[in-house]
């Protein structure tokens, strides 16, 4: 956090880091036991979401914090742990030799293709992040942004 938005905090106020099953998070206990989360503290945005733009949700320089729908949230993300593929936004179907990769946005699924190549569909993921979500998008191979 930036030295003058530490001494903005409300004064009685308490700054906790909480681990979440997403990662950790840091909240501000105001007077009252009113919570808060950092970020929309040192953000106000008016009923928008708050992005960390290195996606580290400890780093609260208003440098990193950008207000954001919350599909450009989304967008920003890293992909699941759990899933077939190390590349975010890529699968494979039980019994195919195939990559598939695809994208959401605008609430639905979109297919990109199917590819031989893990790497061919995480490719066609990235195209298609920078494409729809710009500067939120969060892509498998650094630079594409």
């Known amino acids: 956090m930036d030295e003058e938005d530490a001494r903005s ?4 106020s308490l700054l906790c880091v909480s681990k979440r099953p997403n990662g ?8 009252g036991g009113r919570m808060m989360t950092l970020a929309r503290v040192l953000l106000v945005t008016l009923g928008r979401k708050v992005d960390h733009a290195n996606r580290d949700p400890l780093d609260h320089r208003r ?3 950008r207000a954001c729908t919350p599909s450009e949230d989304n967008a920003n993300a890293a992909g699941h742990r759990d899933r077939q593929s190390k590349y975010k936004g890529v699968y494979r179907q039980a ?3 195939k990559w598939y990769a695809s994208i959401g946005f605008e609430g639905k699924s979109h297919w990109l293709g199917s590819h031989d190549k893990e790497e061919e569909a995480a490719h066609a993921y990235d195209d298609a992040a920078v494409e729809h979500y710009g500067e939120f998008a969060c892509t498998n191979f ?3 942004q």
């Not at 905090?9 to 009685?12: I, K, N, V």
């Not at 950790?24 to 007077?31: D, E, I, N």
Request: proline letters at 14%.
């Open 9 to 12: 905090l409300p004064p009685g």
């Open 24 to 31: 950790p998070q840091a909240r501000l206990y105001l007077a």
């Open 95 to 97: 019994g195919r030799d």
């Open 142 to 144: 650094k630079g594409r």
């Open 63 to 65: 440098s990193n914090l």
